[in-house]
């Protein structure tokens, strides 16, 4: 094992030495990325250290290896961490030396205070209004009736009526032409992307997409032998991208119409037919990233992409990780017929096959329409919150920040003034990560455009009782702070 293997492995074992709070109110997995988050931030975990992998960090604390996932993620998605295939996981080599440095805690290392509250992750729904007695009945009464079958299940695109359940969902609530044998369930649409791009794409195609847009994409992209191209957004969502520069040909265009990610405008149906006809006329394919459509606010979530399409040229994916919870890890794709079987298939011969449990779980909540009433249930809660977290924070950061008003999502873009420097962007997320809100710095999903600077800040997480004193905190620390203009 190498020096710096062996350093940040012995400081991880400080780090966790006291373990996991079972007990408390704050999720495991939140805890976990606390004590990393904070380890990062005070420099006890250097850029380029690397991490123990997630079944040994699992095993180390004794929590589900999902559990470790979602912490580094979430970590990752961040800017904390970053993935380097067949490497491991790693702190980012892009954190400057003075990134978000905390102030030195008197509590012991690695204990997780209780009153201290949570800071909630950006872009997260209510999760405290998670209905964890009825999951839990739901699982044990699936448990109780499985059959030796199910420990043997062996389906490589997930299990079926899953996959039915969510066709028949995705066609009443968002107009997706889906048929279950079309679907495949994935971890997310990060390894999606990776089962199409490996089973569809060859290395004269090019990926392209949407700048700016998600940094997890861009980060799975570029280990992908496709070259990696980027198109422009403007008020109306993802142009057409221009034409190639060299030999290579648009294979795969990754967009999210329904909300742009991060900026959040809808891509009116001019735009979508443009990308469609553009998408036929290159023999290229679109992977429409459907990421939050069910929170829309003012009406009736718009109709997907695919829909409009036929599911012709258009690949569907979706997760349950905005909709429930990030630890579920369950996600999947609705892929054309005629490309379903052989992505299916190439996932059967270079990845395992995604675990049943949850699967079983999550077919029963959407089959007995739970789902349904938890995401009815969530829209009036996320629209309380939304709008006293909005009116609240325009009453007490005009100082400092722009808010652009939204009717969905979970997060809010707000911006720095024009001149603002990335120094000014880390110096807020530093206050916002103090005041225990969820904020991601805006620059980071910019990669050819000139970046604008700012926060993604998450609002659907946050108890209303706690919107206030938070912001006034964070107004608080943002008055104090030294530098910013």
């Not at 298939?345 to 089959?367: C, N």
């Not at 709008?387 to 808010?403: G, I, M, R, V």
């Not at 997060?411 to 969820?438: C, F, N, W, Y």
Request: proline content about 6%; hydrophobic content about 40%; some cysteine.
């Amino acid at each position: 094992m190498s020096h710096a293997k062996r350093r940040s492995h012995g400081i991880v074992e400080t780090l966790l030495a006291p373990g996991l709070d079972s007990g408390s109110a704050t999720p495991l997995n939140e805890q976990l990325m606390t004590l990393l988050q904070e380890a990062i931030l005070k420099g006890s975990l250097a850029a380029g250290d690397r991490l123990p992998a997630s079944r040994a960090m699992a095993a180390r604390l004794a929590v589900s290896r999902n559990t470790v996932l979602a912490a580094y993620d979430q970590l990752t998605a961040e800017g904390y961490l970053e993935t380097r295939t067949g490497a491991g996981t790693f702190v980012s080599a892009d954190l400057p030396d003075n990134y978000l440095k905390l102030e030195t805690s008197t509590n012991a290392p690695g204990v997780v205070q209780p009153s201290v509250p949570s800071r909630p992750l950006a872009g997260m729904p209510a999760l405290d209004e998670f209905p964890f007695n009825l999951w839990g009945r739901i699982a044990g009464r699936v448990w109780r009736h499985a059959n030796t079958a199910m420990l043997q299940h062996n389906d490589p695109a997930g299990y079926r009526p899953l996959r039915q359940a969510i066709a028949d969902y995705l066609q009443a609530a968002r107009g997706v032409n889906a048929q279950a044998d079309q679907i495949m369930i994935t971890s997310g649409l990060q390894q999606g992307l990776k089962f199409v791009a490996e089973s569809i794409l060859s290395e004269n195609h090019s990926i392209i997409l949407e700048d700016p847009g998600y940094p997890g994409l861009r980060k799975t992209a570029e280990y992908l032998p496709q070259q990696t191209r980027y198109t422009q957004v403007d008020e109306h969502g993802a142009c057409t991208p221009e034409a190639a520069v060299n030999a290579r040909q648009p294979g795969l265009l990754l967009i999210t119409p329904s909300r742009h990610y991060p900026l959040g405008m809808t891509m009116p149906v001019s735009r979508r037919l443009e990308l469609l006809d553009w998408a036929n006329a290159h023999d290229a394919f679109i992977l429409e990233d459907d990421y939050d459509s069910e929170f829309r606010y003012g009406g009736r979530p718009v109709q997907s992409l695919q829909g409009l399409d036929g599911g012709n040229r258009v690949i569907y994916a979706g997760s349950f990780s905005k909709s429930l919870f990030l630890a579920l890890r369950i996600g999947y794709l609705v892929l054309p017929h005629q490309m379903a079987e052989k992505v299916i298939r190439h996932r059967e011969k270079t990845a395992s096959f995604p675990a049943l449990g949850d699967q079983m779980v999550l077919a029963k909540f959407i089959e007995e329409g739970h789902f349904a009433r938890h995401l009815r249930r969530l829209r009036a809660i996320h629209k309380s919150r939304l709008d006293l977290f909005f009116n609240t924070a325009n009453d007490l950061l005009t100082d400092y920040l722009k808010l652009t008003p939204t009717d969905a999502g979970l997060h809010i873009v707000t911006h720095l003034a024009d001149k603002a420097t990335p120094k000014q962007e880390l110096l807020i997320a530093q206050a916002a990560h103090r005041a225990s809100l969820g904020a991601i710095p805006l620059s980071r999903a910019y990669i050819q455009e000139p970046a604008r600077f700012g926060l993604l800040m998450g609002f659907a997480n946050i108890p209303e009782d706690e919107i206030k004193p938070r912001l006034l905190h964070f107004r608080k620390e943002l008055d104090e702070i030294t530098g910013f203009s």
